[in-house]
């Protein structure tokens, strides 16, 4: 899927499994904080908004990449020494364009380089560890910086949360045991493709659709158990943990299963869901309940028929 302005991604590199990171101590950063990789955590230092820096010459579409924690920008240390080329944070200000702006350059599905616009070169990651806040050098232990030969530069952009439209009702409010407060399964949004009430596959994509405003489109018209969403759905990024405003799937073996992750905070996942434990077909009162489950929980689901999370299809 293509990246979009204005949405707030986390970037895992590809080789490494670790997530781009600011490094905080203390939660805190500031102008120079080191700019490294770690084991994913959900923090805003993890967390990067895409916004537009116009386009070059050649009218490729240019970025900024504004941190979620401070509001600082990616930038390129500037001053010679050994922090050269290292990837670091400094505010978001016009006068640092040069050592801010970059270009995406699209690999496959949603892997990108991320290249300095100044001098084309890479944002890369060394080693395996998680960085530090003093490992500045491009050898430093995972540690992040700017390379003129690509090595560990490759990044998965995944959303951190799905997006609506001006269609779309919103979450509402949350709360465990109580279907959300806009829930509403009389509305035409759990009758414009999957009709069959009670299903999984009817209140996921229902509800996808209630919240959003977003229909999900797939490459069948037919055979759309939920266990083929992840496979089958052509407009969602795919990613392998929830995140807020997914639906995510299970396999089983057999039909597998959907649920709709309203929300996803402090290490908590709040869902919905049809169909489930209480097996009828048919809409009941436990249909569209607000669930809540630690990410352990959520990825492997018990029971005589486990479930076991395939992925999520993010809005």
């Given amino acids: ?28 950063v500031s102008n120079g904080s080191n700019v490294v990789q770690f084991t994913g955590d959900g923090s805003a ?25 401070g509001g600082y920008a990616l930038d390129r240390y500037r001053l010679s020494g050994s922090k050269f080329n290292n990837a670091d944070l400094w505010s978001n200000t016009s006068s640092e364009d040069a050592s801010q702006i970059v ?22 990651a060394y080693g395996t560890a998680n960085g530090t806040s003093s490992g500045t050098t491009p050898t430093s232990a995972g540690n992040v910086f700017w390379s003129s030969t690509p090595s560990h530069c490759l990044w998965q952009f995944i959303k951190t949360s799905g997006g609506g439209t001006s269609g779309g009702k919103g979450n509402g409010t949350l709360t465990v045991g109580v279907r959300p407060s806009t829930l509403n399964y009389e509305s035409t949004f759990y009758q414009d493709k999957f009709k069959s009430e009670g299903q999984c596959t009817w209140h996921a994509y229902g509800r996808a659709y209630e919240v959003t405003g977003k229909k999900m489109t797939f490459s069948a018209v037919s055979g759309l158990d939920g266990g083929t969403w992840y496979d089958k759905c052509t407009n969602c990024q795919k990613v392998y943990e929830p995140v807020s405003n997914s639906v ?41 309940i607000v669930k809540e489950y630690t990410l352990s929980q959520f990825k492997t689901r018990g029971g005589s028929n486990q479930y076991k999370l395939k992925g999520c299809l993010v809005l």
């Fill in 1 to 28: 899927m293509a990246v979009s302005i204005g949405s707030i991604y986390n970037l895992k590199n590809s080789q490494t499994g670790k997530y781009l990171n600011a490094y905080a101590p203390g939660g805190s």
């Fill in 45 to 69: 230092e993890q967390k990067w908004k895409l916004v537009s820096a116009g386009k070059d010459s050649k009218d490729r579409q240019l970025y900024k990449m504004i941190c979620q924690n």
């Fill in 103 to 124: 270009r995406l350059v699209n690999t496959t599905a949603d892997y990108y380089y991320v290249i300095l616009a100044s001098n084309e070169y890479y944002l890369c």
């Fill in 248 to 288: 995510a799937v299970w396999q089983d073996g057999g039909y597998g299963h959907v649920a709709y992750v309203e929300r996803v905070t402090n290490g908590k996942i709040y869902f919905t869901e049809a169909n489930y434990p209480v097996r009828d077909d048919a809409k009941d009162p436990s249909d569209g």
